[in-house]
C-alpha cells in the first residue's frame, strides 16, 4: 500500500510517499524556521499564511523525488489535530480535496500517534514484504514511548496498535515548551532545543579541554526537579522560573554589559538573555548545560521507573525533543541494566514530517478505517487513552 502523508500541523509544510507503513520513496518538509525566528516562536497566522503558499510545491516535490504518478496512490492521509487550526486547515483541505478528486480512501491521523509511528520508518532499505502486524525491525509491543515535544510530554503504554495507555504527562509546560522559552531567557534563539543543546556541548567541551569535570561545575548552578513522587507527571515551569532568576542575578551582576539598538518592543526575557550572555560564553554553556541535564534527569529516570514497573523490553522517543543526543544518552545508561532496548527516529523524523503521517495512516487503513469528508480540524486532539 503506497500512502500520500501530509503534514500542517504547526509551522512546517510536508509531503511524504510511504510504502507499507515503513519505506520512504520520498518526505519533503519546508521549514518556517527563518521566518519565526524574529519572533522568537510560532505566529500562528503568519504560519497558516506560509503552509498556503507552500503546499502545493511540497506535494510536487513529493512525487518527483519519488518518482511516482498518481495512478500509483493506494490512500491519502492528513493531520488532523493537534495543531494550529489554521495550520491544520490547510493540509487536512488539501488531503480531503485530493482524496475526493482522486476516488481515493482518506483517513486523518493523529499528529501524537504520528510521532511514535516514525519508529517504523525505515531508511536506505528496500521494500520487503510486510503486513500491518510485523516486518523484521519493528518495534515490539508491548513498549512505552516518551512522547515529547513542543506543546506535549507524555509517558505512555503501547500494548498493540491504536492501544494507548496514558502514565504521566506534564503538569504544566511541555519539555519543548520550557526549552524554547529558556534559550529566550538566554538569548540563545529559537528553536531552543538546538540552540541550548549546542550551547551547553560548547561549554562541556570547554571544560572536557580544562581537564574540569562537569558535573562539578554544574553545581554552580542548583536548579530544582519536581519529582512529584508516586506519579509518572512532569513539571517544568518550576525549572523554567529558576532559570528565569539565574538570568536575572547574571545581568545584574553586569549591569555596565547592557545591550543596546533594540527598540522598545524588543522582550525584555530577550535584553536579559542577551546581557546575561555577555557575560561569558562559558557562563551561559554551563546554565544551559545544567538545564538541559535537570531536564533529561526528570524524563530519563521516570520512564526507567515505567519501563521496570510494566516491564517492557523497549522504550521508543518520540517528538521533537527526542532529538536531543543527550536524553537519547541517558536513556541507554539508565536501561541498559534492566536489558531495555532504546529506540528512537533519525533525527529528520523526530521533528514534523509527513513520513511519520503515512506511516500512522498505513495502520489505521489495514485496519479498515477510513475518514469522511466532513471530518473537521481538531487542535486539542490528544490520543485515544484507555481507561485504566
Not at 90 to 119: M, Q
Request: include cysteine; aromatic fraction near 6%; charge should be negative.
Amino acid at each position: 500500500m503506497l500512502v500520500l502523508g501530509i503534514e500542517s500541523s504547526c509551522d512546517e509544510t510536508g509531503a511524504a510517499l510511504i510504502q507499507d507503513g515503513r519505506y520512504l520513496l520520498s518526505n519533503v518538509v519546508a521549514s518556517q524556521i527563518e521566518v519565526h525566528n524574529r519572533y522568537g516562536g510560532v505566529v500562528p497566522e503568519v504560519a497558516s499564511r506560509q503552509q498556503l503558499s507552500a503546499i502545493i510545491p511540497v506535494l510536487e516535490t513529493a512525487f518527483a523525488q519519488a518518482g511516482c504518478q498518481w495512478e500509483d496512490v493506494d490512500a491519502i492521509a492528513a493531520t488532523y489535530g493537534p495543531g494550529l487550526a489554521g495550520s491544520l486547515l490547510v493540509g487536512l483541505t488539501v488531503g480531503k480535496s485530493l482524496a475526493l478528486a482522486r476516488n481515493l480512501p482518506f483517513v486523518g491521523v493523529n499528529h501524537l500517534e504520528a510521532h511514535i509511528y516514525a519508529n517504523w520508518l525505515r531508511q536506505n532499505e528496500q521494500p520487503r514484504e510486510a503486513d500491518m502486524n510485523w516486518c523484521e525491525g519493528d518495534p515490539e509491543f508491548p513498549l512505552i514511548c516518551l512522547v515529547v515535544s513542543g506543546a506535549h510530554s507524555e509517558l505512555v503504554l503501547v500494548r498493540d496498535h491504536g492501544q494507548y495507555e496514558l502514565l504521566g504527562q506534564t503538569r504544566d509546560d511541555a519539555a519543548g515548551e520550557a526549552f524554547d522559552k529558556v534559550a529566550r531567557i538566554l538569548g540563545l534563539g529559537y528553536p531552543g532545543g538546538p540552540a541550548i543543546q549546542h550551547a551547553a556541548q560548547q561549554a562541556e567541551d570547554a571544560l572536557q579541554r580544562q581537564n574540569k569535570p562537569i558535573k562539578q561545575a554544574r553545581k554552580a548552578y542548583l536548579l530544582p526537579r519536581a519529582w512529584l513522587r508516586g506519579t509518572y507527571d512532569f513539571s517544568f515551569s518550576g525549572l523554567k522560573t529558576a532559570m528565569l532568576h539565574l538570568a536575572e542575578g547574571a545581568t545584574q551582576l553586569a549591569p555596565e554589559q547592557r545591550s543596546t539598538g533594540h527598540s522598545g518592543q524588543v522582550s525584555r526575557y530577550v535584553r536579559m538573555g542577551e546581557q546575561s550572555a555577555q557575560g561569558g560564553a562559558l557562563d551561559v554553556g554551563l546554565l544551559a548545560s545544567s538545564f538541559q541535564e535537570a531536564i533529561v534527569d526528570v524524563l530519563a529516570v521516570k520512564t526507567r521507573q515505567a519501563a521496570q514497573e510494566y516491564k517492557v523490553k523497549q522504550v521508543l522517543l518520540a517528538g521533537g525533543v527526542a532529538a536531543n543526543a543527550s536524553l537519547r544518552e541517558r536513556l541507554r545508561r539508565e536501561l541498559a541494566p534492566l536489558h531495555v532496548q532504546v529506540s528512537y527516529p533519525p533525527i529528520e523524523f523526530c521533528t514534523d514530517n509527513a513520513a511519520m503521517i503515512g506511516s500512522a495512516a498505513y495502520f489505521h487503513l489495514k485496519g479498515g478505517e477510513r475518514h469522511d469528508f466532513d471530518l473537521d480540524v481538531q487542535p486539542g486532539l490528544s490520543l485515544p487513552f484507555a481507561q485504566r
